[in-house]
Structure formats: C-alpha cells, structure tokens
C-alpha cells in the first residue's frame, strides 16, 4: 500500500498542525488502543469554513467541509497521539455533525466527503461505522464537525 501521507498528498493536502483546543477539553483522549478524537472543524490555514447547508452551502461544497474535517483528524492522530498514520489498525467510528436547516435531508452525503478520504488515505483501514445528523448550528459557525474513534 501506498504511504498514507503520499496518499494524502494526491488529494492536495499536507498534514497540518493541530490547532489548539478553545474550551476545557483534550483533542485527544486514549484509552488501551482507542483514541478519542475531539470533534474536528471544517477549518484549514484560512480559517473555519463556516455555512449552512440548505441555505447558502450545497452538498458538494459540504462534503469538501467534511472533508477538511478528516484532515484535521488525521493531523491529531499525528501530532497529538504520536501515532504514524501507517500504524492506524482503523477508523473505528465517526460522527458527523452538519450545520443545516431543518429541510436539509442529505447529512450522509455531505459525510462521504470524510468518509472517502479516509478510505482513499487509509484503505480498508479507513472503512467505519458511522453517524451524521443536522444541528441548527456549531462553533464559530463551522460547516461541519467531526469526531472519531480510531484504533492503533
């Protein structure tokens, strides 16, 4: 298999640094194998893509949100657990959290945009379980969020 960090790279992204969290909580908790990814933003080195889906965002534009999200998941399985992303066992679960009205029907598809780019970075590796659900709004007025489980 190719280096997932190759493999990240033909997507058009480099690991980024974790930002720090801006609340009383760790981005990381482990726990034996698991790892407790805190919930991610959709947020790169230009700030937090902020948008509501159904209203001024559509389901592609999200999915490139939910996107950044597993980057910056990925980025804090790096750098905050010490893990190289060739030692991941799995992507065991994640749960996506998109901003939308309440008419928006699509949150699973807007999920796929993290859940491809871990299988294409990860391989079998990458394949979850997961949850996506809409919530009237989030932090900084994020797009979307992502947490995860991951064994290692």
Known sequence: MTDPIEKLRE????LPAP???VASYVPVSRSGNLLYISGQLSSNDQGVVQGLLGDNMNVVQGGNAAELC?????????HMA????HEVKRIVK???LVA????FFEHHLVANGASNLLVGVLGDKGKHARAAFGVAALPF???VEIEAVVEV
């Open 11 to 14: 997507y058009g992204y480099e």
């Open 19 to 21: 930002k720090a969290p």
């Open 70 to 78: 597993a980057v910056n998941i990925l980025a804090q399985v790096v």
């Open 82 to 85: 010490g893990v190289p992303l």
């Open 94 to 96: 994640l749960t996506v």
């Open 100 to 103: 939308s009205t309440p008419e």
């Open 141 to 143: 007025g994020a797009a």
